[in-house]
T-cell receptor, first 114, second 118 residues
Framework: AQSVTQLDSHVSVSEGTPVLLRCNYSSSYSPSLFWYVQHPNKGLQLLLKYTSAATLVKGINGFEAEFKKSETSFHLTKPSAHMSDAAEYFCVVSGETGANNLFFGTGTRLTVIP | EPEVTQTPSHQVTQMGQEVILRCVPISNHLYFYWYRQILGQKVEFLVSFYNNEISEKSEIFDDQFSVERPDGSNFTLKIRSTKLEDSAMYFC????????????????FGPGTRLTVT
């Protein structure tokens, strides 16, 4: 069975400081992993994805994530937070190979302090 | 940039009433999905749809739910007799057939419809 655990429900950082949003996954196969972001009143937007290619994945808006199989982690990072990064972030794992569904974590709300 | 749209943004209905949530997927996409998020809980998969039929559904998607692609652009989720516990944010998503064949599983999400059952 697949599952995702986002270790922090809320993260608060100062503008210009690094961001770390943690995600651990559980899967019985080699999953695809995603980070989605949701700004208020907006849809879920894909930040980046890992699909068994390079383990360090670069996404939009300066975000990146590293797939670590030994730690079953896929943490999201950004070197310097911007006010516009304030949003809800979801770590997501794919269903079994060929399956259609995605499994979401509970989300982490990122607050950026000016 | 093309995007998935959903209407209405907020729907209030009385318990026992039928409700239809509407989605317009990205125009060249062939796979469609519904998810829901009850307040304070995870986003949960409901159903996927391809080639005019359901390809996968979760335990949540019982006989009270149905999906339809009534024309070439809309994708709808119907709840026949709403219950209080159906109150949630409902997200529609779509994906590209070419992406799926390549093993890419990216789904493009709409902004959601907030359903409130009173």
């Amino acid at each position: 069975a697949q599952s995702v655990t986002q270790l922090d429900s809320h993260v608060s950082v100062s503008e210009g400081t690094p961001v770390l949003l943690r995600c651990n996954y559980s899967s019985s196969y080699s999953p695809s992993l995603f980070w989605y972001v949701q700004h208020p009143n907006k849809g879920l937007q894909l930040l980046l994805k890992y699909t068994s290619a390079a383990t360090l994945v670069k996404g939009i808006n300066g975000f990146e994530a590293e797939f670590k199989k030994s730690e079953t982690s896929f943490h999201l990072t950004k070197p310097s937070a911007h006010m516009s990064d304030a949003a809800e972030y979801f770590c997501v794992v794919s269903g079994e190979t060929g399956a259609n569904n995605l499994f979401f974590g509970t989300g982490t709300r990122l607050t950026v302090i000016p | 940039e093309p995007e998935v749209t959903q209407t209405p943004s907020h729907q209030v209905t009385q318990m026992g009433q039928e409700v239809i949530l509407r989605c317009v997927p990205i125009s060249n996409h062939l796979y469609f999905y519904w998810y829901r998020q009850i307040l304070g809980q995870k986003v949960e998969f409901l159903v996927s749809f391809y080639n005019n039929e359901i390809s996968e559904k979760s335990e949540i998607f019982d006989d009270q739910f149905s999906v339809e692609r009534p024309d070439g652009s809309n994708f709808t989720l119907k709840i026949r007799s709403t219950k209080l516990e159906d109150s949630a944010m409902y997200f529609c998503a779509s994906s590209d057939a070419a992406d799926r064949l390549a093993g890419e599983l990216e789904q493009y999400f709409g902004p959601g419809t907030r359903l409130t059952v009173t």
